[in-house]
Nanobody
Framework: QVQLAESGGGLVQAGGSLRLSCAAS????????MGWFRQAPGKEREFVAA???????YYTDSVKGRFTISRNNAKTMVDLQMNSLKLEDTAVYYC????????????????WGQGTQVTVSS
């Protein structure tokens, strides 16, 4: 069993930065791809970014150039550095783990954290 716990959310002004972290415990995640998703009120959960076990990253178009996903060498932490935040980035952010190569579909992830709120104000 895998437990994921997000931290680092909060309130930030537009144009500011936040760094989210996801701590993994339980079984090793060395072979898992890790993803970040977000869900705004009244909207479906959507893919934000992912990193495969080999370190290759992938981002949704709306965050390219602003967000950076990374993981530590022990593969127990996954971070999401968010810069130049916009009002539309406001959401609950979740980290998740999957053994599948396809990292975009929500349904493909086996493990999820509880989420952390990110609120961007004007």
């Amino acid at each position: 069993q895998v437990q994921l716990a997000e931290s680092g959310g909060g309130l930030v002004q537009a144009g500011g930065s936040l760094r989210l972290s996801c701590a993994a415990s339980g079984r090793t995640l060395s072979t898992y791809a890790m993803g970040w998703f977000r869900q705004a009120p009244g909207k479906e959960r959507e893919f934000v970014a992912a990193i495969w076990s080999g370190g290759i990253t992938y981002y949704t178009d709306s965050v390219k150039g602003r967000f950076t996903i990374s993981r530590n060498n022990a593969k127990t932490m996954v971070d999401l550095q968010m810069n130049s935040l916009k009002l539309e980035d406001t959401a609950v952010y979740y980290c998740a783990a999957t053994m599948r190569r396809a990292v975009v579909p929500v349904s493909g992830y086996e493990y999820w954290g509880q989420g952390t709120q990110v609120t961007v104000s004007s």
